[in-house]
């Protein structure tokens, strides 16, 4: 197993272009217009990057009865295939908010609201944090809630719910500023989402007080003292 925070296929660490490239994935073979490799210049796909992450997240959320969306992703983010970085958290963060909700009482068929998750969150491309201005964390949150409401852009009152909720979730996320962490983002769109999702459904999810994030060696971008769930921060 490669470092989590790497190269899939060498382990050197991966580079950004401020246009994109045409690059074929190393495993699938198929060509696509990216912006980032390694510095070997290896690149792999998001479906290829994230096919067994995604695996580990929808079996982990369909055989717990945690109500703790924080406690379920920071032990989904332990298994080998949820990396450092990576697309995985655009489904990850929103199938730990469909879990906790239904295991708070939330009235949801979770097996079909996964595999909503899954499909919608695939779709959010790799990076677009930096390159789109909307962080993939932030967005599987309205994606969370389109799914308990039944969104769709035709819809009236919870069309602005889907809406906001990734509005807070971002704007929390900005208040860090970068580079980028996965790890944190995830942590901060999730608890504005819980928080959200009590106001408008009464639905109310455990959180725990503090949240510590142990992934701290594996980011060499890291902000350390900065970052409000690095060990450092919570040192009573």
């Not at 382990?11 to 401020?18: A, E, H, I, M, N």
């Not at 999702?197 to 350390?224: Q, R, W």
Request: net charge negative; proline share 5%; with cysteine.
């Amino acid at each position: 197993m490669r470092s989590k925070n790497a190269c899939l296929v060498c382990g050197r660490p991966l580079k950004y272009f401020t246009s994109p490239k045409q690059m074929e994935c190393c495993f699938c073979h198929k060509k696509f217009l990216s912006y980032a490799c390694c510095e070997e210049g290896h690149f792999v796909c998001d479906e290829c990057h994230s096919e067994k992450g995604i695996e580990a997240i929808i079996s982990f959320c369909q055989n717990t009865d945690s109500s703790d969306p924080i406690k379920i992703v920071q032990t989904i983010m332990k298994d080998p295939y949820i990396y450092m970085h990576g697309p995985e958290h655009h489904t990850m963060v929103g199938a730990a908010l469909l879990t906790a909700y239904r295991n708070a009482g939330g009235d949801i068929d979770l097996p079909s609201a996964l595999a909503e998750m899954h499909e919608r969150g695939r779709q959010y491309p790799g990076g677009s944090c930096g390159f789109w201005g909307c962080c993939g964390a932030a967005v599987s949150t309205g994606m969370f809630m389109s799914i308990i409401t039944d969104t769709t852009p035709l819809s009236t009152g919870t069309w602005g719910y889907s809406n906001e909720i990734t509005s807070r979730a971002l704007a929390e996320i900005a208040t860090y500023g970068g580079p980028r962490c996965c790890k944190r983002n995830s942590f901060t769109a999730i608890l504005a989402a819980a928080e959200y999702t009590a106001e408008k459904t009464g639905v109310e999810m455990e959180i725990p007080d503090n949240v510590i994030c142990t992934f701290s060696s594996e980011n060499h971008e890291c902000l350390g003292k900065k970052c409000p769930y690095h060990k450092s921060s919570n040192m009573i």
